[in-house]
């Protein structure tokens, strides 16, 4: 994993790596059972060179929280593309294909049986469909072996509050698969 991500912070494959300031990479534990997915760092991750460390990161922690996972132990956080796109838009098709490999490559090396993805960029630069959030959310898939999540990204949670129920529900369905599937006895005093 440190030789990949060597790789990514040298990368210049596509033209976002004219305006960051630092490379995103992802934080996490690397055999993580949970690998989560967002869309692109934003100016508080683009100056830190760490993934979700803004309000959106702090509301995510929160999430991560009430789930009892924690950064260290049960999740790895990446994101569709590693530089931050310049006033935080969405990436563009080609920016988010030239880096896809890397987080192919990470999600391959951490081997995680869980995927969330936060927000339509992450469903749809994972997936490459143009898929609705707002339709897939809450109903598990399958990719490549891997069971996948789709719900809001934070972000939408902080412009919309009254979409936390929905993502709240979504969550406690990760919950019980990776009850299921990883750890019976996973605690979680709301579940
Ligand atoms: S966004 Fe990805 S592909 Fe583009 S320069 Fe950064 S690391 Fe390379």
Excluded at 20 to 35: E, H, L, P
Excluded at 63 to 70: E, G, P, Q, S
Excluded at 115 to 134: C, D, F, H, Q
């Amino acid at each position: 994993m440190e030789e990949l991500k060597n790789r990514v912070e040298q990368c210049t494959k596509c033209p976002l790596h004219k305006s960051r300031n630092k490379v995103v990479f992802g934080n996490g534990n690397y055999q993580a059972s949970v690998f989560l997915i967002g869309e692109g760092p934003g100016y508080e991750e683009d100056k830190a060179g760490e993934a979700f460390v803004g309000r959106s990161g702090k509301l995510l922690d929160k999430i991560l929280l009430a789930c009892n996972f924690t950064r260290e132990a049960h999740v790895f956080i990446g994101n569709i593309v590693k530089c931050r796109p310049p006033g935080n838009r969405t990436p563009y098709p080609e920016e988010m294909e030239a880096c896809l490999p890397y987080l192919e490559e990470q999600i391959e090396k951490v081997d995680p049986a869980i995927i969330i993805t936060l927000g339509a960029t992450a469903l749809k630069g994972l997936t490459g469909e143009n898929l609705k959030v707002t339709r897939e959310r809450g109903k598990w898939r399958l990719w490549f072996n891997r069971m996948l999540m789709p719900t809001y990204h934070p972000s939408a949670l902080l412009r919309n509050p009254s979409l936390k129920r929905d993502a709240w529900e979504d969550f406690k369905k990760v919950i019980l698969k990776y009850r299921e599937i990883i750890d019976q006895n996973h605690p979680c005093q709301y579940i």
